[in-house]
């Protein structure tokens, strides 16, 4: 597609269930970012693939949080046992950096809205 | 580390007025990135403009215009006659790759509100 594309859009689960959301990045970019973002706060950094390099998953909350990207494309973030305090809006981009400096530009996508009740 | 501020939580101007958004940043690294992101009420955030510390060249776009001054670790924002369509909550960004993060760090952000 044209952009970054993230489902669902919306997503409302029960405290304690494991939730999965999904990003597909824009064609060709091989890097890719979650980031998730709570009421009224900034982006708050989770994890980070480059192309088949491990990732950097120093933003990652707990080990509840997990994510994978599969053939280098389509990345999945799983939290498992949601908490109250994971509802959040979460945030999936993509750039075409392939190397170590950064220097380019991530396009985001619109984002998951996680509710756990 | 790296840190970035925009003091100013929101803000109101009417229509045709001037507005500018604040962000001052911090980080030990001389080689870094700044950027500018809008995120309108759909939710998406909307690329604006990336500065890197080697080029403090002031920029203008439309009515948009960037003042990126080191001395100060600034990077403000300035909309000119602003529009109902620039509402929306905008956010300052920075990278500092020296630093070993591959992350964006982000202010807090602003939220404009443009009155009719």
């Known amino acids: 597609g044209a952009g970054v594309s993230q489902s669902p859009s919306n997503k409302v689960t029960e405290k304690g269930k494991d939730v999965e959301l999904r990003c597909d990045p824009i064609s060709g970019h091989t890097a890719l970012y979650w980031y998730r973002q709570s009421l009224g706060q900034g982006l708050e950094f989770l994890i980070y693939?480059?192309?088949?390099?491990?990732?950097?998953k120093s933003g990652l909350p707990s080990d509840r949080f997990s994510a994978e990207r599969t053939g280098g494309s389509v990345s999945t973030l799983t939290i498992q046992r949601t908490q109250q305090e994971d509802s959040a809006v979460y945030l999936c981009?993509?750039?075409?950096?392939?190397?170590?400096?950064?220097?380019?530009?991530?396009?985001f996508g619109a984002g998951t809205r996680l509710s756990v009740l | 580390a790296q840190k970035v501020t925009q003091a100013q939580t929101e803000i109101s101007v009417v229509e045709k007025e001037d507005v500018t958004l604040d962000c001052v940043y911090e980080t030990r690294d001389t080689t870094y990135y700044l950027f500018w992101y809008k995120q309108p009420p759909s939710g998406e955030l909307v690329f604006l403009i990336r500065?890197?510390?080697?080029?403090?060249q002031n920029e203008i776009s439309g009515r948009y215009s960037w003042n990126f001054q080191k001395s100060t670790s600034s990077f403000n924002f300035t909309i000119t006659a602003s529009q109902v369509v620039d509402s929306a909550v905008y956010f300052c960004a920075l990278n500092a790759p020296g630093d070993g993060a591959n992350n964006l760090f982000f202010g807090t952000g602003t939220r404009l509100t443009v009155i009719p």
């Open positions: 693939f480059q192309g088949n390099s491990a990732p950097d």
């Open positions: 981009a993509s750039s075409a950096s392939s190397s170590r400096v950064f220097k380019n530009i991530q396009y």
């Open positions: 500065r890197n510390s080697f080029d403090e």
